[in-house]
């Protein structure tokens, strides 16, 4: 089982999406895929229970340790989302499990600062620090013709001490699917394929790292 887990301290930053867009590539792809979610807002608990009967189904799980200790033995793929705010005590249930740790940031000076200091924090924490996890930011809500998002890209491989997996853009499909219990990797049309190739470089760096 390869488990993903998605982390940040600053909230809206796009875990959700993350979480929710991954399970469906799996899905998709044929593999067994769990969430368990341990964020107060259930977000990605709420979609998966929303996914239509046309798509392949998601087993999503409320709740931290108790989720866990609840995912079936032969799930493949099983992402975890966590509340915004957390530190290393709150990570602690998860970080032994997680074969990679996706840190989502925005676009912001706000953001930035915010997610910068979590960063320092993960770094510190021992298995990551032995490179035991794997850790790499997803730069989210991108608007690649402004120079605040550019701004924001070069300022994080200047200061990160992680790389950057991805660049996703903004798009509003995320907002429409996710009302769904869709993601993108559910349909196959011309406009969605194109926001499907924004993927594949951090699906490439998961898959180096199982």
């Avoid at 044929?30 to 368990?36: E, H, L, N, S, W």
Wanted: proline share 6%; aromatic share 6%; glycine share 6%.
């Amino acid at each position: 089982m390869l488990t993903t887990l998605v982390a940040c301290s600053k909230g809206g930053c796009g875990k959700s999406t993350l979480v929710t867009q991954l399970a469906s590539h799996w899905a998709q792809a044929g593999q067994r895929t769990a969430i368990v979610d341990a964020d107060k807002q259930h977000s990605s608990f709420h979609w998966a229970e929303l996914r239509p009967d046309n798509v392949p189904g998601v087993l999503a799980l409320e709740g931290g340790r108790r989720g866990l200790q609840r995912v079936p033995a032969d799930t493949q793929q099983l992402l975890i989302d966590t509340p915004a705010g957390v530190g290393e005590r709150e990570l602690e249930p998860y970080l032994e499990l997680a074969n990679v740790l996706l840190v989502p940031v925005l676009p912001s000076s706000f953001d930035l600062d915010a997610t910068l200091r979590f960063l320092d924090e993960l770094k510190a924490i021992n298995r990551i620090k032995r490179g035991k996890l794997p850790v790499a930011l997803v730069a989210n809500r991108l608007k690649p013709w402004t120079h605040a998002s550019q701004d924001a890209l070069t300022r994080l491989a200047e200061e990160s001490p992680f790389p950057i997996a991805a660049q996703l853009r903004d798009s509003q499909a995320y907002v429409l699917l996710t009302a769904l219990g869709k993601g993108i990797f559910d349909y196959q049309s011309e406009q969605v394929r194109n926001h499907q190739q924004d993927w594949k470089a951090l699906l490439r760096w998961i898959k180096r790292h199982p």
